[in-house]
């Protein structure tokens, strides 16, 4: 299963609404997971199952989306939300990830 | 607190060989799948393999069968990677990674990674 992710990179301000798309090359029902990675640091998990906020990611943080559809949404951009974001599908083997999108400063 | 903690990373020659390990405290390491996931440098994550509780059941990206090997060790609370036949395109910083589900692979503890150069 290949997972594609759009964009592949944004600009955003502070306060700004951000919304990440990965989309699935066959249907995944809720299989999905997102996470976030800093530079220099190892991902951290924000989201499963599509939709499921991970314990003590802020609620900012939202998924969306089944089948082969899904979105990442920040509501409200904090300083910290500044890294690089990864999709990963989890129905069965490989539980392959998305090429990521960057989101950076405007 | 879950600590998860690789070493073992280091610069090889193609065709080497190289054995990654990962100790593991503040949770019950037996109870849980475990993977390791890498990332070359500037690139995205890969997924590499994942091994199930009792170390019976192994999966592997194809890139890497047959030439790497996932095992663990839960007396000692630790995870190994076997890399052998070792490529240039080998060459990333590898995270092993506690796979919060049975059921589905992903991965909610992650240790810092170790690096592995493969280059003559």
């Known amino acids: 299963i290949q997972l594609t992710q759009s964009p592949s990179s944004l600009s955003a301000s502070v306060g700004d609404r951000v919304t990440i798309t990965c989309r699935a090359s066959?249907?995944?029902?809720?299989?999905l997971a997102w996470y976030q990675q800093k530079p220099g640091n190892a991902p951290k998990l924000l989201i499963y199952t599509a939709s499921t906020l991970q314990s003590g990611v802020p609620s900012r943080f939202s998924g969306s989306g089944s089948g082969t559809d899904f979105t990442l949404t920040i509501s409200s951009l904090q300083p910290e939300d500044f890294a690089t974001y990864y999709c990963q599908q989890l129905n069965g083997y490989p539980p392959s990830f998305g090429p990521g999108t960057k989101v950076d400063i405007k | 607190e879950v600590q998860l903690v690789e070493s073992g990373g280091d610069l090889v020659q193609p065709g080497g060989s190289l054995r990654l390990s990962c100790a593991a405290s503040?949770?019950?390491?037996?109870?849980?799948?475990m993977s390791w996931v890498r990332q070359a440098p500037g690139k995205g994550l890969e997924w590499v393999a994942n091994?199930?509780?009792?170390?019976?059941?192994?999966y592997y990206v194809d890139s890497v069968k047959g030439r790497f090997t996932i095992s663990r060790d839960n007396a000692k609370n630790s995870l190994y990677l076997q890399m052998n036949s070792l490529r240039a395109e080998d060459t990333a910083v590898y995270y092993c990674a506690r796979v919060a589900w049975i059921q589905l692979s992903f991965c909610d503890y992650w240790g810092q990674g170790t690096l592995v150069t493969v280059s003559s």
């Open positions: 066959q249907g995944i029902s809720s299989f």
């Open positions: 503040g949770f019950s390491f037996s109870s849980y799948r």
């Open positions: 091994i199930n509780q009792d170390g019976s059941e192994k």
